[in-house]
């Protein structure tokens, strides 16, 4: 919740902490930061099996799913700052993630970056926040979320 606010400076993922999250996962200072903030939070919180990548299908390995095609996996629930996943049709995979906060009936409540907080849900601008962008809270229907993992392995 320490990033909430953070906004890119001319719309270009052009921000000190958005380059701090993307060094520490090896890409390139200016790519998009969704899931290398993702990853960044899960390894301050002390996660340790999360992997060191902004490639976000490779946060919902089969073993920490909750939620896949959006359905709930039997026995499973989701958790706050379990993390999100939406599928876009055009890459054929995950490629958007947030954190779960909780449910409004059928909405979900998340924290995600690289979107905007007036980005209408799938549009361009919500996809690549390419209007500056930042770290928001966000609102969506439950059917936007594809994929939910639970990284709950932290360090003592």
């Known amino acids: 919740m320490a990033d909430l606010g953070v906004r890119e400076k001319t719309g270009r993922n052009d921000h000190p902490l958005i380059a701090k999250w993307n060094r520490r996962v090896g890409v390139p200072i200016n790519s998009p930061y969704c899931a290398s903030w993702v990853v960044n939070k899960l390894l301050d919180a002390g996660v340790i099996e999360v992997p060191l990548t902004a490639w976000s299908p490779s946060l919902f390995p089969k073993h ?15 958790r706050m700052m379990d993390v999100l996943g939406m599928w ?11 954190f779960f906060l909780y ?30 962008g930042g770290v928001v809270y966000k609102t969506r229907h439950r059917r936007a979320w594809y994929g939910a993992s639970s990284f709950k392995n932290c360090k003592p």
Not at 64 to 78: E, F, N, S, T
Not at 110 to 127: F, K, L, P, Q, Y
């Open 64 to 78: 920490a799913r909750v939620m896949w095609a959006g359905v709930l996996i039997p026995g499973k629930k989701l």
């Open 88 to 98: 876009f049709k055009s890459r054929k995979r995950i490629a958007h993630v947030g």
């Open 103 to 132: 449910t409004l009936g059928d909405h979900i409540r998340s924290i995600e970056a690289n979107t905007s907080t007036t980005a209408v849900s799938g549009s361009a601008e919500d996809r690549d926040a390419t209007t500056g």
